[in-house]
Every structure is written in structure tokens, then in C-alpha cells.
């Protein structure tokens, strides 16, 4: 929570660039804060800013949502018309495409670049609104909006090279909120401050997703290297993304059977001794944690195949589980079977000519 908020104007005649310090302290009764320093800068420039939205949980899939949001000039000249980066994870999409937008759909969700045409002076601010359709596979949804004084090339610069689709329905027009009078504008210049230029929203629905570990029964002979396989799968209905920590969307604890000995692994699992300890050496553990990337789509599976050495005769059993209790999603919090979130890796080892041990 802010305290207090410090407004720093420059003298009118002030040349640009000119820097100085801002020294502070506060008090509080007896108590005096240790004395706080900013360096302040002299700009002369648009400084276009956004709102932050408040963040929205229990959203219900299925519905209409808006992301509210404020788009204005606190800089000291006009802005000649702004372009809107927008961005809606999987589980939103955009209930309309105005035809000052252009879409980019992609799997993890939908970009858009939105041509604010006209000037916005010092001063002026509009309210943005942005409705989406919250889908039947939403969870953990972001949606990303920045700005930034159009021009030709920040247009292209921001596309990339990649294609986008024009949309076609009525145009986005900001309706005005506040104004005071305009400078005149001319060639397009920097943003002078785009800290307040990116926000992000995180959406929750109230949705499950029904995670499911599957294990693996192999068998070989002693010497023999085996491929035993441990698969995540999302059975739905929504996908699961950590978009905000940008941690995996599920980590799996995999022990590995007594008898074997791992010679090569996956690249996202990492060896652990016995009580989970780390490893410096990544073959040959007891024990992997392993990683699936950030998101999982609805009915997407994650396989992660280990080569197993057969050491001995005998059949061999472990248990690999998936870690219900990670940070972020947390997966106890969203899955309604936790009961299938475990599964066993079995190896069989036979007599080296190849027959069952007598």
C-alpha cells in the first residue's frame, strides 16, 4: 500500500534532460525513516499510461467478462494516436475483432494490435473496455494490454515479421473521459516513462482440470537397457497454465525400481538421492523430479521415458507421483481425483538368455 505519493513539477524554463535528486523521509511519532533518494530526469514528451485492473476470480466458464482499464497522456506534449499490444491466454477470447485490430492466434492464446487514430493530448484520458468470452477450458487465465505512441514502425516492429489477421467488426474507440488543452503535436518521440505502459490481469474461473499419471510395465534381461515411461495427462475440461510464476504446469517425483540403474534421462527431470536431495551426478539416481512446461493444454499428454540398465533378476517396482502441492497451480486446489495422480513403474528382469529365472 502507497503512503504517501510525491509530485515533482519542473520549472518552466527547466532545459530537457536536466537531472537533479529528490531526497525524503518520513515520520511517524518518534520513529523517522531512514532518508529515501530518487533521481529525477527533465523530459519533454507523451507519456502515455495505463490503468491497472483488478484482478477477477470465480469467473464462470461460459460467460462474459470486461477488463476495465483507463488509457491516458501524462507527458507534456500529444501523442499522434497510440497502438494497443493486447494479449488473451488460452481459456479467454476476444468477443469482438474491431477492424482497427489485427489477430494473431497462437496456442497459448490470441495477440492482438489495436490503431488508435487521433491525437491525445496532455491531459487527456479514455476508458477502455475490453469484453472477452471466458471459455469452458479457462482456469488460470492472464490478459496483457500495453501501449505506445504509434508509428508506422513501432506497427511493424511489433508484428514482427508475423502474420495477423484484420479484424472486421465496428471500430475500438476509447470514449473520451477528461481532456485539457491540447499541445500541438509533431514528430512521433519516446514514451518518456514506460513503467506505467504494460499491465496484467490475472483471471481465475471456477473450473477442474483432472490430472492423471500413467506408469509403465517393462521387462528385459540382465544387461539389457529397457524404456520405461511416465506420462502426465490432462483429462480436463480445462487447461492448466502457470502464466503469472511461469513455474511447470506439473512436477512428477519418479523413483526409480531397485534393480535397474538409469543411463539417460530426460532433460527436464533431475536426479535426487533417495530423500530427495539434489545430485550432481544426473545418471544413476534413485530418484528424479521432472518437469512438465508451463501449461497443459485440455487432453494434452506429457511423456517423460527413462532408459533403464536391468542389474538383476526379479521384478522391480516404484511409484512416480505428481506433486499436488506445488506453488503455482496449485493442482490440489483444481483437481478433483487426486486418487490418479500416482502410478507404478515395473521392471522385470529375466536370466540373460532371456528366460525367467528358476
Keep these: 500500500m502507497t503512503a504517501a505519493v510525491l509530485k515533482v513539477s519542473a520549472l518552466p524554463d527547466a532545459p530537457e534532460g536536466t537531472e537533479g535528486n529528490v531526497r525524503y523521509t518520513a515520520v511517524a511519532g518518534d520513529l523517522t525513516s531512514p532518508q529515501g533518494e530518487t533521481r529525477v530526469t527533465v523530459g519533454n514528451g507523451p507519456d502515455l499510461a495505463l490503468s491497472e485492473s483488478p484482478r477477477q476470480d470465480g469467473v464462470t466458464p461460459g460467460s462474459r467478462i470486461t477488463v476495465p482499464a483507463t488509457l491516458g497522456n501524462n507527458g507534456n506534449r500529444t501523442a499522434d494516436g497510440a497502438l494497443l499490444h493486447l494479449f488473451a ?43 472477452l468470452k471466458v471459455g469452458t477450458n479457462a482456469l488460470y487465465e492472464r490478459y496483457d494490454y500495453s501501449v505506445e505512441p504509434y508509428s508506422d ?40 516513462d514506460p513503467q506505467d505502459n504494460n499491465r496484467a490481469v490475472i483471471i481465475h474461473a471456477s473450473n477442474t482440470a483432472d490430472l492423471k499419471l500413467i506408469g509403465s510395465r517393462t521387462e528385459g534381461a540382465v544387461g539389457d537397457t529397457v524404456r520405461a515411461d511416465v506420462t502426465v495427462r490432462n483429462r480436463g475440461p480445462a487447461w492448466i497454465a502457470s502464466l503469472g510464476a511461469g513455474e511447470p504446469a506439473a512436477t512428477v517425483d519418479v523413483r526409480i525400481p531397485s534393480g535397474t ?57 516404484s511409484r512416480a507421483a505428481i506433486n499436488n502441492d506445488q506453488y503455482e497451480p496449485p493442482i490440489r486446489s483444481f ?15 529375466l536370466a540373460p538368455n532371456g528366460s525367467p529365472s528358476s
Aim: charged share 25%; hydrophobic share 35%; proline share 8%.
Design 335 to 349: 483437481d478433483p481425483n487426486l486418487a490418479n495422480n500416482s502410478a507404478a513403474l515395473v521392471v522385470k528382469g
Design 261 to 317: 540403474t538409469v543411463t539417460a534421462k530426460p532433460e527436464a527431470c533431475y536426479a535426487r538421492t533417495k530423500n530427495g536431495e539434489w545430485l550432481e551426478e544426473q545418471l544413476g539416481a534413485p530418484r528424479y523430479y521432472c518437469t512438465t512446461p508451463i501449461y497443459l493444454n485440455e487432453r494434452a499428454t506429457h511423456a517423460f521415458s527413462f532408459d533403464l540398465r536391468v542389474d538383476r533378476e526379479g521384478t522391480f517396482r
Design 89 to 131: 491466454s488460452r481459456g479467454l477470447t476476444f468477443a469482438q475483432r474491431p477492424a482497427n485490430c489485427e489477430y494473431r492466434d497462437e496456442e497459448r492464446g490470441t495477440e492482438a494490435l489495436c490503431v488508435l487514430d487521433g491525437p491525445i493530448a496532455p491531459g487527456q484520458s479514455f476508458a477502455l473496455s475490453s469484453p
Design 153 to 192: 514502425e513501432a506497427l511493424e516492429a511489433a508484428r514482427a515479421g508475423r502474420t495477423y489477421t484484420r479484424g472486421t467488426g465496428a471500430e475500438l474507440k476509447p470514449q473520451p473521459a477528461q481532456a485539457r488543452p491540447t499541445v500541438a503535436a509533431g514528430t512521433p518521440v519516446p514514451d518518456l
